[in-house]
């Protein structure tokens, strides 16, 4: 009904919020657009699923994300796809995994931090009621 939009409304404000200001920090640019897979022909042979913060703010106007634990399996691919496809001990390889996991800490102290428990435990009832 009207007041589960309300809260869904709200989840995706918090969640374009967070993911605007991950995009916007430096550290994790190579994280805003898809690998391009013209530079790099290997990636899709090596990552099932790609991901990406822009790819990110796509789904949640399209109300792909009903919980913040929904948004997280999307989200945890950037950082894991990062370690997979980038596992050498080169300091290229060595320097992305070291962003992807700010980018994996980051995510997880902002929501610790910001979202209110009570309020996901609202938005995994209505998920579970769907
Ligand atoms: C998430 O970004 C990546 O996994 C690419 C892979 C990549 C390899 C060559 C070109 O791009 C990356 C970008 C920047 N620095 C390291 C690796």
Do not use: G
């Amino acid at each position: 009904e009207e007041q589960e939009e309300d809260v869904l409304r709200e989840l995706r404000l918090f969640l374009r919020n967070l993911t605007e200001r991950l995009m916007v920090d430096r550290r994790f640019k190579a994280f805003t657009k898809p690998v391009d897979i013209e530079e790099v022909p290997d990636y899709l042979m090596v990552i099932q699923k790609p991901m990406d913060l822009s790819t990110l703010l796509y789904n949640i106007d399209e109300h792909k994300y009903v919980t913040v634990d929904e948004f997280l399996s999307d989200a945890d691919l950037i950082w894991q796809n990062a370690l997979e496809y980038n596992p050498d001990r080169d300091p290229a390889d060595r320097h992305i995994r070291h962003r992807a996991c700010a980018l994996k800490d980051t995510m997880r102290v902002i929501i610790r931090d910001e979202l209110d428990k009570d309020f996901q435990r609202i938005c995994e009832e209505i998920r579970e009621s769907r």
